[in-house]
């Protein structure tokens, strides 16, 4: 069964707006979640990495008070992209590290978020 | 430059062929090697991690050579359900987040 869900899996929505997508650790407690961003035909790119009980670290080039990250419990974290533009559009991702894999630090991605902003 | 650097594609090959994927990296402390399968507007999933010595895992092999700092995967047999884009990913060290490469995109034909 799935190990990580998010919500929503589309989200389509005006320009301006906000948008909040949640990413939930079903199988274990993660004190690390990665979110990350694809645009068509390119790469996965890091935004940031989120953990709980403490502020996120974002990647170079990736807005803080734009994209919102808050890790408020130990299975739940979420993804606010504020004021929302189309070139926010893309497909959010976001993974969980299972602090139980031991060495191998294994992450889940959970299934995306396709975000359109028209 | 790239992190981690892939060609493309795309691939087109007909069932049963054998195709190659190769890949570089330009971080040479980096510490694990994957590969994962995307398939169109999915998440990525984990196809292999790669082992310096070579690993197999039925009709897929990926070999590593840290000294050029380069990855492959050679899927044998090819099938129409091998069709999907192909990520190259390396980790820099535990508990880090991946990096990924742009993707080989490949399409099996029948």
């Known amino acids: 069964g799935a190990v990580v869900s998010q919500h929503p899996s589309r989200v389509i929505c005006k320009s301006g707006t906000s948008v909040k997508i949640e990413c939930r650790s079903l199988d274990f407690q993660a004190t690390t979640m990665f979110w990350y961003r694809q645009f068509p035909k390119q790469s996965l790119m890091l935004m940031a990495t989120s953990n709980e009980g403490s502020k996120a670290t974002y990647e170079q080039g990736v807005e803080k008070d734009k994209f919102l990250i808050n890790h408020a419990s130990l299975t739940l974290s979420t993804l606010t992209v504020t004021s929302a533009h189309p070139e926010d559009s893309s497909f959010y991702i976001c993974?969980?590290?299972?602090?139980?894999?031991?060495?191998?630090?294994?992450?889940?991605f959970g299934p995306g978020t396709r975000l359109t902003v028209t | 430059r790239k992190e981690v650097e892939q060609d493309p594609g795309p691939f087109n090959v007909p069932e049963g062929a054998t195709v190659a994927f190769n890949c570089t990296y330009s971080n040479s402390a980096s510490q694990s090697f994957f590969w994962y399968r995307q398939d169109c507007r999915k998440e990525p999933k984990l196809l292999m991690s790669?082992?310096?010595s070579g690993n197999e895992d039925g009709r897929f092999t990926a070999q590593l050579n840290r000294a050029s700092q380069y990855i492959s995967l050679l899927i044998r047999d090819s099938k129409l359900s091998d069709s999907a884009t192909y990520l190259c990913v390396v980790k820099l060290q535990a508990g880090t987040a991946l990096i990924f490469g742009k993707g080989t995109t490949l399409s099996v034909s029948s």
């Open positions: 790669v082992y310096s």
């Open positions: 993974s969980v590290l299972d602090p139980t894999s031991g060495v191998t630090y294994e992450q889940y």
